[in-house]
């Protein structure tokens, strides 16, 4: 009614940028464009002072201006922070300082969600993101990044699973180079008796199929018994062998690398892919020997260690006439192309 007393008047309890309760109502909502262009708001302090704004003037003075913490509201435009800002929370009654979670922003735009565009922050201490107030990527003051760790124990520190195509890292020459490379790694491996075929699981899965390297190892030079690697995938391989074992005394010393040569013929970028070549080679058609050209050549005849692959019968095997561009491998008996050898090979010092 016009002429209710100031402390009969319906109080409402919520005001949005885009629409306002209806006066009459704390429920129904009316859509700011039907109001017309009369309609005032109320300052009052009872039997003090009285006051008038138009809806108008108030919501492109206040409410225009205000971001929003939690429900979606679209920003256009671009926005800089000059002045230290307060978020006030849903009840009006606590405040944070936006500073809390832009410290001394500088700029910030962007179009879309960051698709196009930079955001560029300054701190004095750190940079942090926050989840559920909860630290969880910040940068330090000395130029370190943190991910779910509150210290620095390196250039970029990450505890949990993160997972990346490629990273650049700068290396001892000052060189960036690609983090594409797998760790290659070394083990040794007690065999169980009684049994002529073994699966070894390697203690990492490899980007692509390693080569393998092993050598069959007994304390107790016990009898050599042939054998032969099969099935190699990216985390394991089984060792085959041309008799039971006789005693659990055997260890299979294995190295695996990753190739110097990747599936789609490219150099594999590690640093040491020339260095120590690692490499397989198919054998072509029926033979009992072939000569396999590594991938680079040496300045000289390099140290030479070759692998037999296969699901076929175990064939004894040497190596020949090593020079800086090839060897010969020579086997006990016919093989074919259902044969693959691992090559590891390296300069000889």
């Known amino acids: 009614m016009p002429n209710q007393k100031i402390s009969e008047l ?3 309890t919520q005001l949005f940028s885009d629409c306002v309760l209806d006066l009459t109502s704390t429920t129904d909502e009316t859509s700011a464009e039907s109001l017309s262009d009369d309609l005032l708001f109320l300052g009052a302090r009872e039997n003090i002072s009285n006051n008038k704004i138009k809806f108008e003037t108030l919501k492109s003075s206040i409410i225009d201006f205000s971001l929003h913490k939690q429900q979606d509201q679209t920003i256009n435009g671009k926005k ?8 006030l929370t849903r009840n009006g009654v606590d405040s944070v300082s936006l500073e809390y979670y832009i410290n001394n922003a500088d700029e910030v735009s962007a179009q879309g969600i960051f698709e196009v565009g930079k955001i560029k922050l300054n701190a004095d201490e750190e940079f942090a993101f926050l989840s559920n107030q909860n630290k969880n990527t910040f940068f330090s003051n000395s130029g370190c990044l ?4 509150v210290e620095n124990q390196g250039s970029i520190h990450a505890v949990g699973d993160l997972y ?4 650049s890292v700068k290396k001892e020459n000052n060189e960036y180079g690609s983090t594409q490379e797998d760790e290659n790694i070394s083990f040794a491996y007690k065999l169980q008796s009684g049994t002529n075929t073994q699966t070894l699981y390697l203690p990492k899965t490899f980007k692509y199929k390693p080569i393998i390297s092993a050598t069959l190892f007994n304390a107790n030079s016990d009898t050599y018994v042939p054998f032969c690697i099969s099935n190699v995938t990216e985390y394991s391989f089984d060792v ?9 005394d055997y260890e299979l010393h294995v190295s695996a690398f990753s190739p110097s040569i990747l599936p789609d013929n490219s150099v594999n970028p590690v640093s040491d892919a020339k260095l120590i070549q690692r490499f397989a080679t198919v054998i072509t058609g ?4 072939q ?3 590594f991938p680079f050549a040496y300045d000289s005849a390099p140290a030479v260690h070759a692998t037999v692959e296969s699901v076929n019968k175990i064939v004894p095997h040497t190596i020949s006439s090593v020079n800086n561009e090839s060897y010969t491998i020579n086997f006990g008996g016919e093989v074919d192309e259902t044969y693959t050898i691992h090559t590891l090979s390296q300069q000889a010092v």
């Open 10 to 12: 319906p109080e409402n």
């Open 80 to 87: 800089i922070f000059k002045d230290p800002c307060v978020m």
């Open 146 to 149: 943190n991910i779910n760790s």
């Open 164 to 167: 990346t195509d490629s990273i």
């Open 240 to 248: 085959r062998f041309a008799t039971l074992l006789s005693t659990s």
């Open 286 to 289: 029926q033979t009992t020997s």
């Open 291 to 293: 000569i396999i050209a």
